[in-house]
């Protein structure tokens, strides 16, 4: 199978911890939407989008790099690390899920994790989440990988 992870991953590096930890199951390629052209997503059988939470919404690097994806087919899925917690009747990946559906995608799966965050107001504490994303979060990304490996959604 082969796989590619596009991942914005711009203040902490928490993204990219995600992505990697996936990568390594999946056997994918790590690429920054700048890296990444629609003939490196030729030929993969599954691809994976993510970044962080910005302000509620994913970074609109991976957003617009996604919006200017032209029409295909095949597998995808999402990820995201924020700071503060997913509301369940707002997830941050729907807007980029319905995104990618538009585009033919049959999106497997998402998943989300806290993260270490130093967005304004929690900069005065010195952030929230400095421990995370941890080894649990890791461990929780591994599993939704391999669920993806194995052909389930995830």
Known sequence: MKAVIVCASVSHGNTRRVADTMARVLGAKVVSPEEAGPAELTGAD????????????????????????????????????????????????RPLVRLLEGKGFAVDGNFSCRAFDTWTPFRLVGGINKQRPNAEDLAAARAFAERLRGGTRG
């Open 46 to 93: 599954l691809v994976g989008f993510g970044s962080g939470v910005f302000r509620g919404s994913l970074h609109p690097r991976l957003t617009d790099f996604v919006e200017a994806l032209p029409a295909g087919r095949g597998r995808a899925f999402v990820f995201a690390t924020s700071g503060l917690p997913e509301m369940p009747f707002a997830p941050f990946t």
